[in-house]
T-cell receptor, first 113, second 113 residues
């Protein structure tokens, strides 16, 4: 049981490049989400999904795309990276329902130069 | 906006109890209170959650006021390893396709020798 797996752990991009941050979970969780955390700040919700084929925007969705074609995977796409997207990105998953704790991945540290 | 408010920072002497407060004055009757913590830049770690009754596990205790408008996370014997940022959030049952979990900025707990 691997839990929530994020790849890569580190990434450096140049401004304007695109990339996909991967997130996979093996717990059959319906709910998956992406957060970003800037230095010294809290977690901000980017996008979330309550099941395959269903996604919605969080607090800071601009510049990011997501899709949910399977229950297990929830990739986050940066179409044209900007220095303002330099951050640590966390993926989280859980069962739906009020009594279900979130499980977090170990994060992807992204630097955009 | 986060549904909870927490003090930005607290100190605690090693071996003493750390009491971390959280206000959630707009909480609904079917929303749970959750606590997570984040050590350095690791992925947040689930600690405990509760609905109405006080809860205890091997990590901490959660005390929820009778009106449910606030709660306190108690670390009974704080150690240096408990130095972290602690987040309090609320989570209700999913409504249709919405399940937006917003974290605030948390409380930075510093445990000192």
């Amino acid at each position: 049981n691997a839990g929530v797996t994020q790849t890569p752990k580190f990434q450096v991009l140049k401004t304007g490049q695109s990339m996909t941050l991967q997130c996979a979970q093996d717990m059959n969780h319906e709910y998956m989400s992406w957060y970003r955390q800037d230095p010294g700040m809290g977690l901000r919700l980017i996008h979330y999904s309550v099941g395959a084929g269903i996604t919605d925007q969080g607090e800071v969705p601009n510049g990011y795309n997501v899709s949910r074609s399977t229950t297990e995977d929830f990739p986050l796409r940066l179409l044209s990276a900007a220095p303002s997207q330099t951050s640590v990105y966390f993926c989280a998953s859980s069962f739906r329902g009020a009594g279900s704790p979130l499980h977090f991945g170990n994060g992807t540290r992204l630097t955009v130069t | 906006d986060a549904k909870t408010t927490q003090p930005p920072s607290m100190d605690c002497a090693e071996g003493r109890a750390a009491n971390l407060p959280c206000n959630h004055s707009t909480i609904s009757g079917n929303e749970y209170v959750y606590w997570y913590r984040q050590i350095h830049s690791q992925g947040p770690q689930y600690i405990i959650h509760g609905l109405k009754n006080n809860e205890t596990n091997e990590m901490a205790s959660l005390i929820i006021t009778e009106d449910r408008k606030s709660s306190t996370l108690i670390l009974p014997h704080a150690t240096l390893r408990d130095t972290a940022v602690y987040y309090c959030i609320v989570r209700g049952p999913p409504l249709y396709n919405t399940d937006k979990l917003i974290f605030g900025t948390g409380t930075r707990l510093q445990v000192f020798p």
